[in-house]
């Protein structure tokens, strides 16, 4: 692979990361029950939030892990120990990701009260299917990695 298609990738990868974060915190204050709250009411009221807050620290563990993969791949250490590594953090926290949507929709249908909870467990699914095509993809990655480490 090119350097600068690695680099151009890099940075898409850290734009990702960065409208990623801008839009956990921004979304908050224009939900419908939070449009009128103050600030202190959105983050401190809303357990939900918190615990979207602490599963996507999972997905930014994956953004380092896909941007120092990407560093490998431009040094030419495709086939090395460190890409292993990176490997199987991407899938450890797509499994993590996963636990956390599925604990989020069980309380999605728990807790919905008037709310229709289609939307979020629509989302959910969409996020669950995107990381079982990650751990896949990964998994082949891996293999692949593990038998050329192995000649």
Known sequence: ????????????IVLIAVTALAFLLWEPTIEGRNVHATLSE???????LAFAYIGSISFFVVLYQVFKLLRYVRE???????????????KCC????????????????????NDDPAGGIFMGILITLVALVTISLVTRFERRLQLKMEK
């Not at 600068?4 to 890099?10: A, G, M, W, Y």
């Not at 959105?42 to 939900?48: L, R, S, T």
């Open 1 to 12: 692979m090119k350097k600068s298609s690695t680099i151009f990738l890099q940075i898409f």
């Open 42 to 48: 959105i983050y401190f009221k809303d357990p939900f």
């Open 76 to 90: 030419n250490m495709y086939f090395s120990a460190k890409s292993a590594r990176a490997l199987r953090t991407i």
């Open 94 to 113: 797509a499994l993590i990701i996963i636990g956390f949507v599925v604990a989020g929709e069980i309380s999605i249908l728990l807790n919905h009260g």
